[in-house]
């Protein structure tokens, strides 16, 4: 061991070797094998009939998704390491998305905070208490780049753009596992679902996917590139197929692209049974296939499904070939086991005292941070801030519920969650309150409470949306609106006259367009976790100021979907409705092309002005470009800008979208003050794959724009680049 007591890559590669030069197949295979454990000891899908402790003392498992319970791991790990032939140690992996025990928001909220500093901070706290339960690796971040509101998945996403979500991913890997995932305080990190999950036709869960390989290279692989590239320890494939075969035993994707081109030296494993599931894609003949296809394909871990287990050891002495990829993956999961610290330091995850490292005040101050920094105000006729000697009358199915914490909440409960009511009755101590309807069903005696509350107030607060369970694997949804039932309450409701401001809660964009007619402000609230009600009241107040941005289009109709901002040109761009002869041309007859809101915006309560743009070539010399502005806070309040740099490219030799975001920067500016702002912009900000597939500047021309959002630029400038 080196002087601070880490073992060196020699050391680790030595130790490795050694391991497995005594290893027999099936103590091998075992490390391949990862079950599940939700409950009580002894139970859970394991192996069979054969119960944990007996397959783990076999040295036949090597990790596993939970458990839960700090004594059942102690128990697990003391099995492996004291009663195993070789006292191999488990390792434990949970889905600690958007938080552990301290809930934060959900993650397609968290990257429209457009504030990879304070992503990386949450990672970190999620990370720490992650480490302290019994947490070694978390399957995250979900990097699925996704263009379809209908798929519940949406909710973990980092959202519709692949430079945003690769920021995204840096951050969550960086905060994940730290300088040293080993320390104790931090987790490794596991980059999923490798690739394309999101791409499910019509948004329906688990549904095939069939795209280009200039998309999948431009798009979908971008934010597992930088995963890869930020020390990702691990990675997840997908459910879904590529190009016909299934990403679990896809050698393309999984060996070349990933290992080989991106440079991968982790573990990969399979989402849960996706092994298996090669018999209903009908690529595989049976298990025995199942496990033959997958390990050729690189793949490492085999997750619940037991084909691995079950065939390897047979399929290695009918191939002795294969021993040779049965030795690799068991390489790399070793190499991982060691880089967590886990020979050295078996237990040290595990915590009798676990809860108290949970809901730490300097958390709570994070998560509320962020929670502020995740709400999107949407609309705002100068209804919002809310002074606090008004009287507002709360209404509304998300009022008072604590169900708030979102998909995939880790640890973290809808009991710690503060509620709008909670948090608001803080400040506003006339708060008056009524649900006036459940989230599905029109009530009329609920409506009519919730008149009589509001008719004497000053301002009507609607806190509606979908339930946390709506999103989320497996919750694709046809209709994405706000239900009749709460349609209904707000059309009653208006007849008061009175101003109106809906916060919305839900894990994915929902069509608002029958809403926007009654309401005078509109916040979107995604689910932000424990902090919700105290954020809310901050931003409602006036104390904090709104400065979250769509990380996702939310469509003005359902048919539009998909929809997304970074979309191809067409040879009949609509340029005039209007024109007579436009019949012809990119549209619908009955609704405009154009979303509800954009990708990337946002309002503020700030008013911001932009000016003196420049884009100059010198500076770097030969290494691109700067671009420089700056932008003036006109209002009498401190806010944030988010300002978003795009490209568009003229003249390549294939299509590309019609805008492409490369640079953004959250920039927080004091009330009439000014700052200057500027973007290095390097060449291979402006690479692409073109024809043949190379990724290239071509001799191209090129817009660089600033946007306010990417249907509104305010500064182009064209330049011309010779290709590189
Ligand atoms: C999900 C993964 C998750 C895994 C383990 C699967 O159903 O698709 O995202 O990591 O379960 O819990």
Redesign the pocket.
């Known amino acids: 061991m080196s002087q601070d007591n880490k073992r060196t890559k020699k050391e680790i590669h030595d130790q490795v070797n050694l391991l497995i030069s005594k290893m027999t197949i099936e103590e091998k295979v075992g490390q391949l094998y990862q079950t ?1 454990i939700m409950g009580e000891f002894d139970y859970g899908p394991a192996f069979e009939k054969n119960n944990l402790s007996v397959l783990i003392k076999e040295g036949r498992l090597g990790s596993m ?1 939970g458990p839960y319970d700090n004594k059942v791991s102690e128990k697990l790990q003391k099995i492996a390491v004291e009663q195993s032939r070789l006292g191999i140690p488990l390792m434990f ?3 600690i998305i958007h938080g552990c025990r301290t809930g934060f928001p959900v993650n397609l909220a968290m990257s429209g905070s457009f504030n990879p500093e304070l992503v990386k901070e949450s990672a970190e706290v999620i990370a720490f208490e992650a480490s302290h339960s019994g947490t070694h690796v978390t ?1 995250a971040p ?1 990097l699925d780049i996704v263009r379809d509101p209908r798929w519940g ?1 949406v909710v ?1 996403s980092p959202g519709e753009d692949p430079y945003l979500a690769s920021v995204m991913a840096k951050s969550w890997v960086e905060g994940f596992q730290g300088s040293d995932c080993s320390d104790g305080n931090h987790v490794g990190s ?1 980059a ?2 490798f690739v394309a999950y999101g791409a499910a036709e019509a948004g329906r869960e688990y549904n095939t996917v069939d795209m280009s390989e200039r998309m999948l290279r431009q798009i979908y692989l971008k934010p597992f590139h930088q995963a890869v590239q930020s020390g990702a320890k691990m990675v ?1 494939s997908a ?1 879904n197929v590529y190009d016909g075969i299934p990403i679990t035993s896809n050698k393309f994707l999984l060996k070349n692209v990933l290992r080989d081109e991106m440079g991968f030296k982790g573990v990969t494993v399979s ?2 049974t996706s092994t298996e599931e090669l018999l209903n894609h009908k690529t595989a003949r049976d298990k025995k296939d199942v496990a033959f296809k997958c390990l050729d394909a690189t793949m490492d871990i085999e ?1 619940i499904a037991t084909s691995y287990s079950k065939y390897l050891p047979e399929l290695s002495k009918e191939y002795p070939s294969i021993q040779k990829s049965i030795d690799e993956a068991v390489y790399r999961v070793l190499t991982l086991k060691y880089e967590l610290g886990l020979f050295d330091r078996p237990y040290s995850n595990i915590h009798p005292d676990f809860e108290k490292y949970f809901l730490l005040p300097n958390h709570l101050e994070v998560a509320k941070k962020m929670a502020i920094e995740s709400i999107v105000m949407l609309e705002n006729n100068g209804v919002l801030p809310i002074e606090k000697t008004k009287n507002i009358a709360l209404i509304g199915p998300f009022s008072t519920t604590n169900r708030l914490v979102g998909p ?1 909440g880790g640890k973290a409960r809808n009991e710690d969650c503060i509620s709008v009511y909670d948090g608001l009755s803080k400040l506003y101590p006339n708060l008056l309150n009524a649900e006036g309807s459940t989230l599905k069903t029109i009530d009329e005696n609920m409506i009519n409470e919730a008149m009589i509350v509001a008719s004497k107030s000053d301002v009507i607060l609607l806190a509606l949306g979908e339930d946390q369970y709506e999103s989320g ?1 497996a919750n694709s949804k046809s209709f994405i609106g706000i239900s009749d039932a709460q349609i209904e309450l707000v059309k009653k409701l208006h007849e008061l006259n009175k101003p109106m401001v809906a916060v919305i809660f839900s894990g994915r964009p929902l069509i608002l367009t029958p809403l926007i007619p009654y309401v005078d402000a509109l916040l979107y609230a995604w689910f932000l976790g424990t902090e919700t009600g105290n954020a809310l009241a901050d931003i409602i107040s006036g104390k904090e100021n709104p400065s979250a941005r769509l990380a996702m289009t939310f469509p003005y109709s359902q048919g539009q979907i998909p929809i997304y901002y970074n979309h191809m040109r067409t040879g009949r761009p609509l340029d005039d409705i209007n024109h007579p002869k436009n019949h012809y041309t990119s549209r619908y007859i009955d609704i405009k092309n154009q979303p509800l809101y954009p990708f990337g915006y946002g309002l503020s309560y700030s008013q911001f002005t932009y000016d003196h743009f420049n884009v100059s070539q010198d500076i770097l010399e030969d290494q691109g470009f700067e671009v420089s502005f700056e932008i003036t806070n006109q209002s009498d309040q401190d806010g944030a800008e988010v300002v978003q740099l795009y490209i568009e490219a003229l003249y390549f030799s294939v299509t590309r979208p019609v805008n492409e975001l490369k640079k953004f920067k959250k920039i927080w500016i004091r009330a009439h003050e000014t700052e200057h702002v500027s973007f290095n912009l390097n060449f291979d900000d402006f690479r692409y794959y073109g024809y043949p597939m190379v990724n290239t500047t071509e001799s191209a021309e090129y817009y660089i724009k600033i946007g306010l959002h990417a249907e509104k630029m305010i500064f182009t400038k064209k330049i011309q680049i010779n290709e590189r």
Do not use: I, P, Q, S
């Open positions: 599940a998704v992996c949970n889905d399957f979900m998945r973990e596991c999923k679902h997840m459910f989402d849960y997750l995939w694997e």
